[in-house]
C-alpha cells in the first residue's frame, strides 16, 4: 500500500529486537540489525516490511519478494531465498499479528482525536463520576453519576457512559457509542456507535396493547472483549447479559436481553442472536447468522454464515444451513442443489441463465 | 439476581395495594400487609419477589419458592403451597409485567442521565422550538427550528431533533437517535442509536449514472410505539410511512419509505421491510425476516424467524421459511430435511459430524 | 400527500423552464406558462403537480388525472388527455427524477439544521483542520487534526470526522456519523449514524486468545457516493476498502475491510459484504444478501434479496437463492416447493394453514 497518513510506519526495530518481542527465532544472526518498520502482505513487501508465509504455494511470490523478513514455519524456512531474513515461529499468523500490534500501537486501539492525559472541557461529566489517573475522555463525552473509569481507559468523543456503569482499565470506548446498566473488564474495546445496556425486547400481551416487562439485568463484559460499530447488546430482563472474556464481536451484531456468550467466541457481522441463548467458549460464528432464542451451542461449535440455528448443538460440531445440520450434509445439499443447477443450464434448449 | 445497582428494588407495596393496582384479586385478606418490593422468576424469588406461574409444570419450583406472592390463573392456585400468597388473574404474564412496571419505573424508559424538570445547559436549542413545561432535555441534545416537543418528554444527551419535528407528550427519546421530518405521538419510545426519518433509497437510472429521486414524505409514529436502537425508519418518497398505534419495534430493524404498519405489531430484531408494504394489526415478524416491496401482509399474521416474504399473506396465517409458505408446511419441510442429516449421521462408515 | 412543513413546494416553474431543464420537449408550446411547483404520483396528482407513466397502463389513472403536466415516452402521449400539457422524454422515469431535485433542492441532501455559510459555535474544531470557504459546520461536530473539507460541504451535528480525514466539496455528512481513516471525493452523501473507517475484523488465533490484527488500511470513497444511515464500512487491513463512484449502499449495510466496489452499484440495506470482496460496476445488489469473503462479482450482476453468494459470480448474470444460482432456477426453484404447499392445502383433510 502507498503509504497513507492515517498509520505512520514505526521508526525503526532491528531484527533481534523484534524476534525477542515474538519470542521466536531470527536464523541467521547476521540479520540481528536489520531495521523493519511495517508488516504487509508477501505479495506486496518492500524493504523495511515483514510480512509471513504459511504454505508452500507462496514459494513464486518469495522468488521476487523484497521484504526484509519472513516469518515462517521451521518447515517451510527452506523456501525463502537466502537473501531474505528469516524468523522461525511455530504459529506465524500469530507472529504477524504481534508484529503489527508492535509496530502500529495506535492502530490497536479506535482512533484517537485527543492527546495524552486530557479530558476534554466540552464533556459532561458528572461530579459523582470517578476517573481514574490517566483516563482520556474526548470532546462531548458525557458521563453520569457514580460512574468508575479505570486508568488508561479512553472515553470517545459523543459517547454516553450511563449512571453507576463501570469500566475497568484500559478500556476503549469510541465516538457515538452508549454504555448504560454494564459493568465492562479491562481491555475492553467498543466501536463506534455500539449500543450497549437498553431494554431488551419484551412485552406480555394485555387487553389493551403490550405491556412492557421491565428490562432491570445488566450487561457484563469481561475483560479483552471487542464489539463492532453499530453492534446492539440488549441488558438482562432479570438475569445478566454476559460477553465472556477476550470474545470478539463484529459490526452490527444483535445480542438479546440474558444471553451469555463464553469465552474467546468470534461473533462475525450482522449475527442475531436472540434472548437467553447460551453459548460455549471459543465458538465461532460466521455472518448473518441467526440464533433462536433460549438454545444452548456447546464449547468450539463452529457454524457457516447466514445459517439458522433452531436447537441446541452440541460442543465441538461445525454446522450450516437453515436449519442448521452438520456442516458436511449442508455442503453436500449445497453441491447438490448447485449441480441441479448446472445440469440445467446444459439441457439443449434449456434457458440460458448468465 | 444479586442486587444490582442500576435499579433499586422498590421502598414497599403492600399486597393489598398491589393486587388492587393489578385490578386482581389477593386470595387471603390475611397477606394484604405482607410487603413486597420487586420481580423475579420463580425459580430465584425470595422473600419480597413477586413471582408468576403460568403451567402446571412450575410444580416443583413452587415446593421450595420464597417469593412473597404468587400471580397465576384460579386453575393453578391449588398448586401453590399454603405459605405464599396468591394473587388471582386471568392474564398472570400481563399482571407479572404490570408489577414490574409498578416497581421498577425508572425501568420503562430510556435510562435517564438528568434529574428531573432540567434543560441542560450544554443542550442546543433553536430559539423558535417549542417545549411544553416538563420537558428534559440532556446535556448536547440538538433541536432545531419550529421544533415542538409535548409535556413530560425527555431528549435524550446528543440526540437530534430536526425541524419541524413534532413529539407528543411523555415520550422518551434515548441518547444519540436522530428524528427528522416526522411526526411523533404520546407516550412513544426511540432507543439509542436509532434513525427516523432520514431519506428513503431511491433512484432514478440515467445516462451519467442514478439519478437522486427526493424523498419529501414523512414519517408518522403514533401513540405508545417503541422503537429499538440503531433501528431505521426512512421517510417516505411521496407518501408518508406510518408506523401504528402501540407497535412495538426491536433493534436493527430497517425500515423503508412509504411502508405502512398497522397497531400493535411486533417486530423483531434485523428484520428488513422493503418500500410500500402495509402491514396489518397485530402482526407478529420473527428476527431476521425478510419483506419484499409492495406486498401486503394481513391482521394477525405471524411470521417465523428469518423468513422472506415475497407475495402478499393472507390475514390471520402463520408463515414460515424462504419462500414463506404455511407455517405447519414449512415445519414439515425442516423436520424431513433434518431426518435426512440424522439418516445419513448413522449410516456404517458416514462421516461422523459432531 | 396533503402539504407538509418539512418540504414546501416550490414557489412556482413555468413548463418551458421545466422542459429546457429535463432537455425534454413540451408537447404544445401554449402550455409553456403553466406553472408547476411540486412532483406527484398519477393518481395523486393535483394543480401544479409534474407526473410521469411508464406504460399503457396508466390510462385510466390518466382520465380523472389532475396533474398540470404529465411526463412520459413519445409512444404513450397519446394516451394523454388532451387538457393535460404533455413533456416526452426518451426516460421519463430519470427526467421525474430530475424534476423532483429542481423542486425540492433542500431533499437533494440530509437535512440541515443551520443556515448557510455558518460553523456552529459548539463545533469542536482542531485549529489544523483545513475547511474550505462555505464550509458549514453544525453544532457539536468534532473536526480532527489535519482534516481537510472541500467547498460547499455541510458536516452534521454530532459527527466525527477524524484526524487526517479529507473530504472533497459538496459533500454532506448528516447528524452522528463518523469518518475516520477516510478520503472521500466530491458530492458524497454520508447519512445519519454511518460508521465509516474502524477497524476491520481481524484476529489471529493465539495461545491465550485471538490477537488482533491491525488494520492499517483506509477507506477510499469516489465522487457521489451515497451511503445510507448506520451502515458500516470498515477500513481496510493492509490495502484499502474502496467504493466507487457513483454507487449508492442503503442502511444498515456492513462492508468488510479490503472490499472494492466498483462504479455505479446499488446495494440495498442490510446487505453484508465480507472482506476482500471484489464487486464489479453497475452490480446490482437486494437487501439482506450476504457475500462471502474473497469472492470476485463481475459486471452488471444482479442479485435476489436474501441470497447467500459463496462463489464468484460471472458478469452480467441475474442470480438468487443460497446458494445463489441463476435467477431463473432459483425462480423454478421456488415455484417449485410453492406448489407443492398448496397441494398439500388442498389435501383432503390435510392441515388448514391460513
Known amino acids: 500500500m502507498e503509504q497513507n497518513v492515517f498509520f505512520l510506519p514505526h521508526e ?3 531484527l533481534a529486537e523484534l524476534a525477542e518481542f515474538l519470542g521466536a527465532e531470527l536464523v541467521n544472526s547476521d ?3 536489520v531495521v523493519v518498520r511495517s508488516v504487509a502482505p508477501i505479495s506486496r513487501a518492500r524493504a523495511g516490511d515483514v510480512c509471513y508465509i504459511l504454505s508452500r504455494r507462496s514459494r513464486d511470490e518469495l522468488a521476487t519478494c523484497e521484504a526484509s523478513a519472513v516469518i515462517c514455519d521451521k518447515a517451510l524456512a527452506d523456501l525463502v531465498p537466502q ?3 528469516v524468523i522461525l515461529s511455530s504459529n506465524p499468523h500469530a507472529a504477524f499479528a504481534m508484529a503489527g500490534g508492535l509496530f502500529y500501537p495506535a492502530a490497536l486501539r479506535p482512533v484517537a482525536f485527543s492527546g495524552e492525559s486530557e479530558i ?3 464533556a459532561v461529566i458528572d461530579p459523582s ?6 483516563v482520556i475522555v474526548e470532546p462531548m463525552a458525557v458521563i453520569g453519576a457514580h460512574a468508575e473509569i479505570g486508568e488508561g481507559t479512553r472515553i470517545g468523543a459523543h459517547s454516553i457512559i450511563g449512571p453507576n456503569v463501570k469500566i475497568g482499565r484500559d478500556c476503549s470506548i469510541a465516538a457515538g ?4 446498566c454494564a459493568l465492562l473488564g479491562n481491555g475492553v474495546i467498543i466501536h463506534n456507535g455500539a449500543r450497549i445496556g437498553q431494554d431488551g425486547f419484551g412485552y406480555a400481551p394485555g387487553p389493551r396493547g403490550m405491556i412492557k416487562i421491565v428490562q432491570i439485568g445488566r450487561v457484563i463484559i469481561q475483560d479483552n472483549v471487542e464489539i463492532g460499530a453499530n453492534t446492539t447488546i440488549d441488558r438482562g430482563a432479570m438475569d445478566d447479559t454476559v460477553i465472556g472474556e477476550g470474545t470478539k464481536i463484529d459490526n452490527q451484531v444483535q445480542i438479546g436481553h440474558n444471553v451469555q456468550i463464553g469465552r474467546h467466541c468470534a461473533i ?3 449475527v442475531g442472536i436472540a434472548g437467553s441463548a447460551k453459548i460455549g467458549n471459543g465458538v465461532q460464528i460466521g455472518g448473518q447468522v441467526g440464533i433462536k432464542g433460549h438454545v444452548t451451542i456447546g464449547d468450539g461449535v463452529q457454524i457457516a454464515a447466514q445459517s439458522g440455528i433452531m436447537t441446541d448443538l452440541a460442543a465441538g460440531g461445525q454446522y450450516g444451513g437453515t436449519p442448521a445440520r452438520p456442516l458436511n450434509d449442508y455442503l453436500r445439499d449445497v453441491a447438490q442443489m448447485m449441480s441441479k443447477t448446472r445440469v440445467r443450464g446444459k439441457k439443449p434448449g434449456g434457458e440460458q441463465n448468465d
Chains 1, 2, 3 share one sequence.
Open 177 to 180: 457509542a452508549s454504555i448504560l
Open 83 to 85: 537473501r531474505i531474513p
Open 268 to 270: 462475525v457481522a450482522q
Open 120 to 122: 476534554a472541557p466540552s
Open 129 to 134: 463520576a470517578k476517573l481514574e489517573k490517566g
Open 31 to 33: 540479520h540481528a540489525g
Open 12 to 14: 525503526g526495530l532491528k
